[in-house]
């Protein structure tokens, strides 16, 4: 699948037209990939100097958060 987010304002002074873009594959027999790209037009130039934390922070939360939240509503049902 593919999933969208955008904010034309995005953070005022910083960044604007921000995107995070999902896409959602199934890969095999229980095993599901999710590629985030992330855009955005730079406002600042101290923007990109966030770059490497937003990446680890999307690193953490795809890798470790989303697989928690998936096994936890799995294990309500």
Do not use: W, Y
């Not at 199934?26 to 990939?33: A, D, F, L, S």
């Not at 955005?40 to 953490?60: K, R, V, Y």
């Not at 697989?67 to 294990?75: D, E, M, T, V, Y």
């Amino acid at each position: 699948g593919h999933l969208e987010f955008s904010s034309k304002d995005g953070v005022p002074g910083l960044a604007n037209d921000c995107k995070m873009i999902f896409q959602i594959r199934q890969k095999g027999q229980g095993v599901t990939r999710v590629d985030l790209t992330m855009e955005f037009e730079s406002q600042s130039p101290i923007t990109p100097l966030g770059i490497p934390l937003l990446s680890l922070d999307n690193m953490f939360a795809l890798n470790v958060l989303l697989p928690n939240a998936i096994r936890s509503k799995l294990g309500d049902t």
